[in-house]
Nanobody
Framework: QVQLVESGGGLVQAGGSLRLSCVAS????????MGWYRQAPGNERELVAG???????NYADYVKGRFTISRDNAKNTVYLQMNSLKPEDTAVYYC?????????????WGQGTQVTVSS
């Protein structure tokens, strides 16, 4: 069982920065694709950024140029550096770990951390 522990959320003024961290348990971290998702009130959960086990990254259009996802496999940690934050970035941010082995789908979620951006 994989557990994901998030930190770094909080209240920040528009234009400010936050760095979210997600520490994963277990020894197979490097084999997982990792992602950050967010969910605002009234909205569906959506992918913000992803990073594959090979290091490839993908970003939602609305965060390109502002957010950076990275991972440190030695620390079992994935990061989301968020710069130039906007009020519309306000949401609960969730860490996700995913791995597909043949037909087995391993999918784990963190508890979520609140990010609030004031105008």
């Amino acid at each position: 069982q994989v557990q994901l522990v998030e930190s770094g959320g909080g209240l920040v003024q528009a234009g400010g920065s936050l760095r979210l961290s997600c520490v994963a348990s277990g020894s197979a971290f490097s084999a997982f694709d990792m992602g950050w998702y967010r969910q605002a009130p009234g909205n569906e959960r959506e992918l913000v950024a992803g990073i594959t086990s090979a290091g490839g990254t993908n970003y939602a259009d609305y965060v390109k140029g502002r957010f950076t996802i990275s991972r440190d496999n030695a620390k079992n940690t994935v990061y989301l550096q968020m710069n130039s934050l906007k009020p519309e970035d306000t949401a609960v941010y969730y860490c996700n770990a995913r791995r597909v082995v043949l037909t087995l789908n391993f999918n784990y979620w963190g508890q979520g951390t609140q990010v609030t951006v004031s105008s």
